[in-house]
């Protein structure tokens, strides 16, 4: 199989605080990582595309300094959401690919951030 | 125009029926497509993937793919009411690209 893992799957933070979110491939190499969120009833929005040892590629209107994304090696991506904000409060979900094309991505299980 | 385009729905089909969701994709170079899965509140689950034009079956799930009218659809055969979910279709280039969704509702 292909198993992506989370963590945490929730998190309450306070207002201007940093919170890391891991995504882990556990059974595969995950040569290229996705970021996305999604607000509720609304479709993924891509934020960045993550390629293991390159910085992160990021999507139009996405702030690359308040979202820090970090793939150091070939199992492992961080997506750190810095001085958070209420309407940064979403979906988080990151998805993993042996390859940089046409294969396959795999989900994690998201995160819920509440920023209060 | 958007790159991945799908009906939002809902589609709604009795328990048995045959659901049909369709999808088209406006990158012509395009050579992977997938289908994917999404209950409330949870991540998308992968269902299909799809890279030649054709058919492909897996249990009672059909995808089928048309290059040459940028198009891709998943059929549902037996429809179940566990299968009430929103089905993404997703292509990749360098990176996935997905529509916003069909809603689909088996009614018991």
């Known amino acids: 199989g292909a198993v992506v893992s989370q963590h945490p799957s929730w998190v309450i933070c306070k207002s201007g605080t940093s919170v890391k979110i891991e995504c882990r491939s556990l059974?595969?190499?995950?040569?290229?990582m996705f970021w996305y969120r999604q607000f509720p009833k609304q479709s993924l929005m891509l934020m960045a595309t993550?390629?293991?040892?390159?910085?992160?590629?990021?999507e139009q209107g996405v702030e690359k300094d308040k979202f820090l994304i970090n793939h150091a090696s070939l199992t492992l991506s961080t997506l750190t959401v810095t001085s958070a904000h209420p309407e940064d409060s979403s979906f988080y979900i990151c998805?993993?690919?042996?390859?940089?094309?046409?294969?396959?991505?795999?989900f994690g299980q998201g995160t819920r951030l509440t920023v209060v | 125009q958007k790159e991945v385009e799908q009906n939002s729905g809902p589609l709604s089909v009795p328990e048995g029926a045959i659901a049909s969701l369709n999808c088209t994709y406006s990158?012509?170079?395009?050579?992977?497509f997938f289908w994917y899965r999404q209950y409330s509140g949870k991540s998308p689950e992968l269902i299909m993937s799809?890279?030649?034009?054709g058919d492909k079956e897996d249990g009672r799930f059909t995808a089928q793919l048309n290059k040459a009218s940028q198009y891709v659809s998943l059929l549902i055969r037996d429809s179940q009411p566990s299968d009430s979910a929103t089905y993404l279709c997703?292509?990749?280039?360098?990176?996935?690209?997905f529509g916003t969704g069909t809603k689909l509702q088996v009614i018991p």
């Open positions: 998805s993993a690919s042996r390859t940089r094309e046409n294969t396959e991505a795999f």
């Open positions: 990158d012509r170079v395009s050579q992977s």
């Open positions: 799809i890279y030649s034009n």
């Open positions: 993550s390629n293991e040892g390159s910085k992160a590629t990021y």
């Open positions: 997703a292509v990749r280039n360098q990176k996935v690209t």
């Open positions: 059974d595969f190499q995950a040569t290229t």
